[in-house]
């Protein structure tokens, strides 16, 4: 874009790349940041990987993509936080920010005086979401979520920013997306504020792998075509959309023995996995309550009361 444009204290000038590890304001880290600012104006796509850092997958794709993209490719300017949750990333920790234990992405806008994960929030929120016309949250199964993979559009915008939104998804080439409109998340915060945007979930246990970061760079640079940040036509897919998600909890602390797979149809009923204590004795049963498309299964054996053990879309 035709001027400078700046995350904290990080600044590239129009037909520049700027990387570096920026400061968030009262909280004493940095996280990294790649700004590829081309030369003309055009969108201004926020992309944020690892507000869960123990996504591996996607946390690699943005450090290859914000090696990738250049100035010279870019229309208007991509800024890449690659991950936001340096801290969780080093103590390979699921969902949470360990200096206060919460979980990053149900926590925006932030707050400049808030904990730990607030401010991480707040920063983000002004410096990134603000500033973007589209936006794009990465993430995966986490270290104890086998996933399918799948995407997420914002659907809490204006119907313009709705539709928009639901097109970027399109654009991932996956077959479930789903709806969504939480409050707290960072793609809420960016609908309302006027950005179309995409959640792509990929990968997940605690791994990686080159293929799966390929394709997910391939995905991305599609909806980056689609946003008019990268020339050329964006391919859009068949998809299955879907409006609401069932989740299950455990109802006991205990082993978990699923007894599904994600992308698996399940059927109202149809048993899904129990809880059994340290000595094997059957504590609990779960069964599917309407018909359903496999999204996560825990991976873990153990469990704790009230954790998530699985998650299906309705169908
Ligand atoms: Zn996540």
Redesign the pocket.
């Given at each position: 874009m035709k001027q400078t444009l700046s995350v904290g204290a990080l600044s590239a000038l129009p037909g520049k790349k700027a990387q570096g590890l920026v400061p968030v304001p009262g909280t004493g880290f940095e996280i990294p940041v790649t700004i590829i600012n081309g030369a003309d104006d055009g969108p201004v796509v926020g992309i944020v990987s690892g507000?869960?850092g123990s996504?591996y997958t996607c946390i690699e794709t943005t450090i290859r993509l914000g090696d990738e993209l250049t100035p010279e490719k870019v229309k208007g300017a991509v800024v890449i936080v690659h991950p936001a949750n340096v801290t969780g990333f080093f103590k390979r920790l699921e969902?949470v920010v360990p200096e206060d234990g919460k979980n990053l992405?149900r926590v925006f806008p932030g707050d400049p005086k808030g904990t730990m994960s607030e401010k991480l929030a707040y920063f983000l929120t002004e410096e990134v979401i603000r500033k973007s016309t589209a936006f794009i949250d990465l993430?995966?199964g986490?270290i104890h979520e086998d996933l399918q993979n799948y995407a997420l559009y914002a659907a809490n915008g204006s119907d313009e920013v709705t539709r928009i939104s639901k097109g970027a998804a399109e654009c991932t080439g996956l077959r479930l997306i789903c709806a969504s409109a939480q409050q707290g998340h960072s793609m809420y915060e960016a609908a309302a504020n006027g950005a179309p945007g995409v959640l792509i979930?990929m990968g997940g246990k605690g791994l990686w792998n080159d293929e799966e970061v390929e394709q997910f760079c391939a995905k991305i640079r599609n909806v980056l075509k689609y946003f008019g940040a990268l020339p050329g036509e964006a391919q859009k897919y068949a998809c299955v959309f879907v409006e609401n998600k069932t989740s299950f909890a455990a109802k006991h602390t205990g082993c978990w023995y699923p007894c599904i797979k994600p992308a698996q149809i399940v059927k109202k009923g149809q048993k899904i996995g129990e809880v059994r204590d340290l000595f094997g004795n059957l504590l609990s049963e779960y069964f599917a309550e309407k018909d359903g498309d496999v999204i996560f299964v825990l991976s873990a054996l153990s469990v704790k009361e009230g954790a998530g053990i699985a998650l299906t879309a309705d169908i």
């Open positions: 507000l869960h996504e969902y992405n993430h995966g986490d979930e």
